[in-house]
């Protein structure tokens, strides 16, 4: 099981930056799909998070309207469009794959993605 995220990098205030997540190793239509973050010093916390269908999202409040999380299935790949970025959104970005069933609970975690944005 692997999930690669990338597309993080140095910007600004004010600008945009798109994550992704190339998943493998399992069946990604099966599973719910998230970006979590994780501050210098700070817990990991939920930011985003897209159902196996794609037809609901779900957003923290600090990111609502601004961040819109996105999945393509048939690319097994997850997507965060971060637009009008803060200071405040710097943090290693992580997304995570879930899916629960009567066996029980599978849960996946990538390798984070640093996000940086210079005020």
């Known amino acids: 099981v692997q999930l690669q995220a990338s597309g993080g990098g140095l910007v600004q205030a004010g600008d945009s930056l798109r994550l992704s997540c190339a998943a493998s190793g399992f069946t990604f239509s099966d599973y719910g799909m998230g970006w979590f973050r994780q501050a210098t010093g700070k817990e990991r916390e939920f930011v985003a998070a897209?159902?196996?269908?794609?037809?609901?999202?779900y957003y923290s409040d600090s990111v609502k309207g601004r961040f819109t999380i996105s999945r393509d299935n048939a690319q097994n790949t997850v997507y965060l469009q971060m637009n009008s970025l803060k200071y405040e959104d710097t943090a290693v970005y992580y997304c995570?794959?879930?899916?629960?069933?009567?066996?029980?609970?599978?849960?996946?975690w990538g390798q984070g993605a640093l996000v940086t944005v210079s005020s």
């Open positions: 897209v159902t196996w269908s794609g037809g609901s999202t």
């Open positions: 995570n794959a879930v899916r629960i069933s009567w066996s029980g609970k599978f849960e996946y």
